[in-house]
C-alpha cells in the first residue's frame, strides 16, 4: 500500500475574521481532492468548521492539557499528542499518534526511553518529527520494522531545507504515513511541491485531478488566511517539473500533457471564472476568489495546439 498522506496547514493557521465555516470546509475538501488522506487541525480550525460527522478524515492535535475533552466530543479520526502532553493519552477515547521530536537524537534510543517510561498500548501509531537526512530514512525504516509493532508517520521539518527531499524519500520508502503542510515549506514540507515531485520525476500519481485540487486550495487558501500561501503558477514554472495544462478547474475534463510551462505563454480564459464558480460557493465568495487569482497573477493556459489528450490515470 501507498503511504498516507497527512496535511497540516489547518495548525495554528492564522484565519480571517470574515472567514466562514463553508469556506475552510471547502478548502478542506480541496486539500482531500489534490491527495490528502487526513486533515490535521487545532482548536482554531475546528471551531471555523462544520461539526464533524464521521464522514471527513480529521485528526485533532492536542496543543493544551484540557484539549482532550474538545477531542472527545467529536467523531475524529485521531488525535495527534507531543509527547509533551503524553499525559493525557488515557483519558482520550479517540486512537492516538504520538508525536516524538527526535531531531538531533538517535531514533531508537530516542524510541527506547520513551517506550520505558510510557505504555504504548494506548498508542496507534508513532509519528517521528524533526531534520532527516533523506538518506538515512530507508535505514530508518528497515530498522523500525525489525523493532516495533506500531504504524509510523513521519514529518520532516525544514530548518536544513531539506524536507521536501525528506518527505520524498520517506513516500518512497513505504513509511505507513508522511506529515506535510500546504503552502507552508518554511517549516515543514510543503504538499503542493510533495504532489508534483512524486508525480512529474517519481511518476507517482497521487490523484487524478490532484493539480485541480491545489489550484482550488491555493484560491480558497486567499480567502481564508492571512497566511502567505505558495503562488502555484511561479513555483511550477521555478521548478519546471510539471508539463501540465489545466483546461478547467474544476477537473471535468481532466488533467493532459502539454508542452512545459516555459514554452507556453500564459493568457486568461473566460471559462476559469465560470469554473471557479462551479466550486459550489456563493457569489460573493466566488468573486473573492476571482479577484484573488488575478492578484497572484496565477495564469491558467488555454488547450495547446499541440496537446496530448490521454488523460493521467
Known amino acids: 500500500m501507498k503511504p498516507v498522506?497527512?496535511?497540516?496547514?489547518?495548525?495554528?493557521?492564522?484565519?480571517?475574521?470574515?472567514?466562514?465555516?463553508?469556506e475552510v470546509f471547502f478548502y478542506v475538501c480541496s486539500l482531500a481532492e489534490a491527495g490528502a488522506s487526513y486533515i490535521e487541525l487545532g482548536l482554531e480550525a475546528a471551531v471555523k468548521l462544520p461539526k464533524p460527522n464521521g464522514s471527513e478524515k480529521y485528526i485533532y492535535r492536542i496543543n493544551g492539557a484540557e484539549e482532550h475533552i474538545i477531542a472527545n466530543a467529536f467523531e475524529f479520526a485521531y488525535a495527534v499528542v507531543p509527547l509533551k502532553y503524553s499525559f493525557v493519552i488515557p483519558k482520550l477515547t479517540?486512537?492516538?499518534?504520538?508525536?516524538?521530536?527526535?531531531?538531533?537524537?538517535?531514533?531508537?534510543?530516542?524510541?527506547?526511553?520513551?517506550?520505558?517510561?510510557?505504555?504504548?498500548?494506548?498508542?496507534?501509531?508513532?509519528?517521528?518529527?524533526?531534520n532527516f537526512e533523506p538518506e538515512q530514512l530507508s535505514?530508518?525504516?528497515?530498522?523500525?520494522?525489525?523493532?516495533?509493532?506500531?504504524p509510523i508517520d513521519v514529518c520532516p521539518k525544514n530548518d536544513r531545507l531539506s524536507a521536501l527531499s525528506s518527505a520524498i524519500a520517506a513516500y518512497t520508502a513505504n513509511f505507513d504515513s508522511v506529515t506535510v503542510c500546504f503552502g507552508d515549506s518554511d517549516s515543514f514540507a510543503s504538499l503542493e511541491e510533495l504532489l508534483i515531485m512524486l508525480s512529474a520525476v517519481h511518476k507517482i500519481i497521487i490523484s487524478r485531478d490532484y493539480l485541480t485540487g491545489i489550484c482550488k486550495a491555493s484560491l480558497?487558501?486567499?480567502v481564508i488566511a492571512e497566511t502567505k500561501i505558495t503562488n502555484l503558477s511561479v513555483?511550477?514554472?521555478?521548478?519546471?517539473?510539471?508539463?501540465?495544462?489545466?483546461?478547467?478547474?474544476?477537473?471535468?475534463?481532466?488533467?493532459?500533457?502539454?508542452?512545459?510551462?516555459?514554452?507556453?505563454?500564459?493568457?486568461?480564459?473566460?471559462?476559469?471564472?465560470?469554473?471557479?464558480?462551479?466550486?459550489?460557493?456563493?457569489?460573493?465568495?466566488?468573486?473573492?476568489?476571482?479577484?484573488?487569482?488575478?492578484?497572484?497573477?496565477?495564469?491558467?493556459?488555454?488547450?495547446?495546439e499541440d496537446s496530448d489528450d490521454r488523460e493521467l490515470q
Open 5 to 22: 498522506i497527512i496535511d497540516k496547514s489547518l495548525v495554528g493557521m492564522n484565519f480571517y475574521e470574515s472567514a466562514e465555516k463553508k
Open 94 to 130: 479517540l486512537p492516538v499518534i504520538l508525536e516524538i521530536d527526535v531531531d538531533g537524537a538517535d531514533v531508537f534510543e530516542t524510541l527506547g526511553l520513551v517506550a520505558g517510561n510510557l505504555d504504548f498500548s494506548r498508542v496507534n501509531m508513532i509519528r517521528l518529527t524533526g
Open 139 to 150: 535505514k530508518i525504516i528497515f530498522d523500525y520494522r525489525r523493532k516495533m509493532v506500531l
Open 220 to 222: 480558497l487558501s486567499a
Open 235 to 304: 513555483m511550477m514554472r521555478k521548478y519546471m517539473y510539471c508539463p501540465l495544462d489545466i483546461e478547467n478547474i474544476d477537473g471535468k475534463d481532466g488533467i493532459r500533457r502539454s508542452r512545459p510551462f516555459g514554452q507556453n505563454r500564459f493568457r486568461r480564459v473566460p471559462a476559469v471564472e465560470k469554473a471557479v464558480r462551479a466550486l459550489g460557493i456563493e457569489r460573493e465568495i466566488s468573486e473573492s476568489i476571482i479577484k484573488a487569482l488575478n492578484g497572484c497573477d496565477m495564469g491558467f493556459p488555454g488547450k495547446a
